[in-house]
């Protein structure tokens, strides 16, 4: 069915930068699209951002354009999360998903366990 | 763009039916069929439930059903037992080709 693991995360100042890491196994990686999804302490879920099976095409949401990027290695099934000029309200665990098709429908399939982002000084 | 609007709470006894609400407006829920639904118990990864509005996943229970009317997309649980209390959210595909999930409902059962 598959499996998905998180890497990255951790204590970063105000302004820094992180990239989180998202290895695939199980399934054949280069036919679905994938997101990042995190929740905040105590707090629902956001969507973050996604990237089509191809890695064509990329979108995130308002609050993290310009910022973070997402993008794709098939050739190591990894998917990554460039995270810049984080800011305190970044703070959350960040979750790594399968869609269930190639070109994303926001059916997110299969999840990673988590990686936490903390924010602070 | 807002997150859609669930109620904060909703109960039930075991073996009643609960339904839980997700409204949107016509930008996301009501222009699209990409509406999942996702259960998440304490301390662990949310997990998919129903998708493109009604559909089950391999696994899930088929007591668990989903719906849309208009801007509002709906979960119904039937035969409600203990294992189905925890928190659940709707997510919708929106206008401006990003997705956006609601506020999140805790189940509760009595």
């Known amino acids: ?121 | 763009q807002s997150a859609l609007t669930q109620p904060a709470s909703v109960s039930g006894s075991p073996g009643q039916s609960i339904t839980i609400s997700c409204t949107g407006t016509s930008s996301d829920v009501g222009d699209y069929n990409y509406v999942s639904w996702y259960q998440q118990h304490p301390g662990k990864a949310p997990k998919l439930m129903i998708y493109d509005v009604s559909n089950r996943p391999s696994g899930v229970s088929n007591r668990f059903s989903g719906s849309k009317s208009g801007n509002t997309a709906s979960l119904t649980i039937s035969g409600l037992q203990a294992e189905d209390e925890a928190d659940y959210y709707c997510s919708s595909y929106t206008s401006s080709s990003t997705y956006v999930f609601g506020t999140g409902t805790k189940v509760t059962v009595l």
């Open chain 1, 1 to 121: 069915e598959g499996q998905l693991l998180e890497s990255g995360g951790g204590l970063v100042q105000p302004g820094g930068s992180l990239r989180l890491s998202c290895a695939a196994s199980g399934f054949t990686f280069n036919s679905y699209a994938m997101s990042w999804v995190r929740q905040a302490p105590g707090k629902g879920l956001g969507w973050v951002s996604s990237i089509s099976g191809s890695g064509e095409s990329t979108h995130s949401a308002d609050s993290v354009k310009g910022r973070f990027t997402i993008s794709r290695d098939d050739s190591k099934n990894t998917l990554y999360l460039q995270m810049n000029s984080l800011r305190a309200e970044d703070t959350a665990v960040y979750y790594c998903a399968r869609d269930l098709n190639y070109y994303g429908s926001g059916s997110y399939y299969i999840w990673g366990q988590g990686t936490l982002v903390t924010v602070s000084s």
